[in-house]
C-alpha cells in the first residue's frame, strides 16, 4: 500500500507541476489528430487505441 500511495502523491506531483497550457497542448494535439484522421477517411475504428 505504501508504494500505492507514493505512486499517486508522485503523479499528483506532476499534475501540479503542468501549465494549463501545456494540457491545452496536450489535448490540442489529440484533437488535431482525430481531425486528420477523419480528414483522411481512414476508416480505422477501434484501432488507434
Known sequence: MGKTRTNL???AALGAEL???QLLQVSGG???QVIVI???HSHTSGDSN
Do not use: A
Open 38 to 40: 477523419h480528414g483522411d
Open 19 to 21: 501549465d494549463e497550457g
Open 9 to 11: 502523491d508522485n503523479i
Open 30 to 32: 489529440v484533437r488535431s
